[in-house]
């Protein structure tokens, strides 16, 4: 049986494929721009500048500031510096950090960006922007901030470290866990967050044998770019809601935490997601209980499986179980302090997630 739905198709233009950031000069020209800024991360600056030298005259220089959360400070540094040297688009080359830039900077004053990105976390595809400003951070949507095109090549992903290649490639499935019990998913939606799931977590434990295994990183490039359609697509659940005030008020590494709690909140959450259930089991290859296969592929992949070890207190949980339950996400099943208290205590202990009643 097909749910009434409705379905909002985001512009995206995506260029695809090993080498497909050689083609930056030509986007930016097909689009009518004259003048780039390339926005990157400390650790990103030689890849900033080797792009903006690619742009030759149509580089108007390189900030390489981003940081996680998208400061307001780094902001106002970024839209400064772009009115400055007269740039007419961003380029925003790196994680989610440097893509939060380019958005904060299309929020202050409208200019495009483009987006390379070079984890899976997805930022690209979606028009959500974040600002963080005396500690808190401020979200919203806004279709200016969707960048007008999106050069994945996952040639840019071999320099991502084993570990942090894992914990981004999860926290990409997340987004598309979520959108298959999303209440605004929809069949379309459905495909891409079965095929992304699918094709994450087949290219991760290859990506742990060969780092440097270019097929696989095309794979995961690939998964990551269909699972953060989704999340740009639909509207997240729980498991976003507790990874945001995780990472929020105890300052956790965002895809790391993604990693820990995925297997807690879809277990939480399977009773009520029969559907969702059924394409998680295709893509994780049959198996009977997908959030129990989450579990045992974090620590396969050697991923960390407890916020304990991400630095989280015990006597924290009751801080972020009131925090959850203040401001709660839509849900397919309650959500209830108890309910809470229980997946927080197995979460942070590193326990496996409760057996599905079905599988
Ligand atoms: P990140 O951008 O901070 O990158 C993580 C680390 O990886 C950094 O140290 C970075 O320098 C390094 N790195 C990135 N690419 C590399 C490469 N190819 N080689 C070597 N090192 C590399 O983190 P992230 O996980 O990509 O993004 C997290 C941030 O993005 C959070 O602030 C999160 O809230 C935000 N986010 C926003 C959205 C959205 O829709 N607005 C979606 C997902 C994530």
């Given at each position: 049986m097909i749910r009434p739905f409705t379905y909002q198709a985001l512009p995206m233009r995506v260029v695809f494929g090993v080498g497909a950031v050689k083609s930056l000069p030509q986007e930016i020209e097909r689009l009518g721009y004259e003048r780039a800024l390339v926005l990157c991360g400390p650790e990103q600056e030689s890849t900033g500048r080797m792009i903006a030298d690619a742009l030759g005259s149509r580089s108007a220089g390189v900030l390489a500031e981003a940081r996680m959360h998208v400061p307001l400070e780094v902001a106002d540094l970024a839209r400064d510096r772009a009115l400055a040297l007269g740039a007419d688009c961003c380029v925003a080359v790196g994680g989610g950090s440097a893509i939060g830039l380019g958005k904060a900077v299309a929020l202050a004053h409208g200019l495009p960006v483009l987006a390379v990105p070079t984890t899976y976390a997805g930022s690209e595809m979606t028009p959500i922007w974040g600002l963080t400003e005396g500690g808190r951070k401020r979200t919203g949507r806004d279709p200016r901030v969707l960048p007008v095109s999106v050069l994945y090549d996952p040639g840019l992903t071999l320099t991502l470290p084993t570990d942090l290649s894992v914990t981004s490639g999860i926290n990409a499935a997340a987004h598309a866990v979520e959108a298959l019990y999303a209440?605004?998913?929809s069949p379309i939606i459905s495909l891409m967050a079965e095929e992304g799931v699918r094709a994450l977590t087949n290219a991760l434990p290859a990506l742990v044998r060969d780092n440097g295994d270019l097929e696989a990183r095309e794979q995961a490039q690939y998964g990551a770019w269909l699972s953060g359609a989704c999340l740009g697509a639909t509207t997240m659940s729980l498991h976003h809601k507790l990874c945001h005030s995780l990472g929020g008020t105890l300052d956790l590494p965002h895809a790391a935490t993604h990693t820990v709690v995925l297997p807690h909140a879809l277990a939480y959450n399977q009773p009520g997601a029969p559907q969702a259930v059924a394409a998680l089991r295709r893509a994780l290859g049959?198996?009977?209980d997908p959030a129990r296969r989450f579990w045992e592929l974090a620590g396969e992949l050697g991923a960390p499986r407890s916020l304990r070890r991400l630095?989280?207190?015990?006597?924290d949980i009751p801080r972020i179980v009131d925090e959850v339950l203040a401001d709660p996400y839509a849900n397919p099943i309650d959500v209830t302090a108890e309910g809470l208290t229980g997946l927080l205590h197995a979460a942070w202990a590193g326990d496996p997630p409760p057996p599905h009643a079905a599988a």
């Open positions: 209440p605004d998913t049959g198996t009977a630095g989280m207190a015990e006597t």
